[in-house]
């Protein structure tokens, strides 16, 4: 199966600093760009255009113009590198905080763009596997919080064992073809609609 190349969307309103980016990608085999170029609608021009990564690059810009692209980038969820010529105190904390996966801070030459947009991409995809595990990690105790409840409620109820207890919730799982964590959980509902 071929991976379809590329696809890399320019957020930049200095035409001279959008070519550089554009030769930098043009060099490392990169030809699906596209350069937006003003900010109004952007975030639909992006989404529209439905990037593999996002490139922003600002000259000299003020706070909120950061802001706002920062804005962009949370939305997003793409690989974003961001190329600024001056940064003040705080900016890259809140540039890794809003999503963004490399902030460069006058380092625009074309040479260096491909490795940067390669760092970008691998940096989003481990912090993307880094935070899908969270949230797995965080289903499964959630899971095995509300399989203790019922485990609990089973054992003053029916005088179950710990063991017997799980069986019985593993059981019922097995013939409705569900989880043992929503079988739990209808058990824990159940038992507090009928005030367990």
């Known amino acids: 199966m071929s991976q379809r190349p590329l696809r890399v969307a320019i957020i930049d309103d200095n035409h001279i600093r959008a070519t550089i980016l554009m030769d930098g990608l043009r060099e490392a ?4 760009i596209t350069v937006l170029e ?11 255009i439905d990037p593999d ?3 922003i690059d600002l000259e000299n810009p003020s706070r909120d113009v950061l802001e706002q692209m920062f804005q962009v980038s949370r939305l997003v969820s793409r690989p974003v590198a961001m190329f600024v010529d001056q940064s003040e105190t705080g900016m890259i904390e809140a540039a890794v ?16 763009v491909k490795p940067i947009v390669d760092m970008a991409v691998s940096r989003f995809n481990a912090f993307s596997r880094l935070h899908r595990e969270l949230h797995e990690a965080r289903t499964e105790l959630s899971g095995r919080k509300v399989i203790d409840r019922a485990k609990g409620i089973l054992m003053r109820q029916r005088a179950m064992s710990e063991e017997e207890a799980y069986a019985t919730l593993r059981r019922a799982a097995m013939n409705e073809n569900r989880k043992i964590a929503e079988i739990a959980e209808s058990l824990v509902t159940a038992a507090r609609l009928l005030g367990e």
């Open 29 to 32: 085999g990169i030809t699906d």
């Open 38 to 48: 003003e900010t109004p609608g952007l975030l639909k021009r992006i989404v529209d």
């Open 53 to 55: 990564v996002v490139i």
């Open 97 to 112: 905080d809003a999503g963004v996966s490399a902030y460069v801070v006058d380092g625009l030459k074309k040479e260096r």
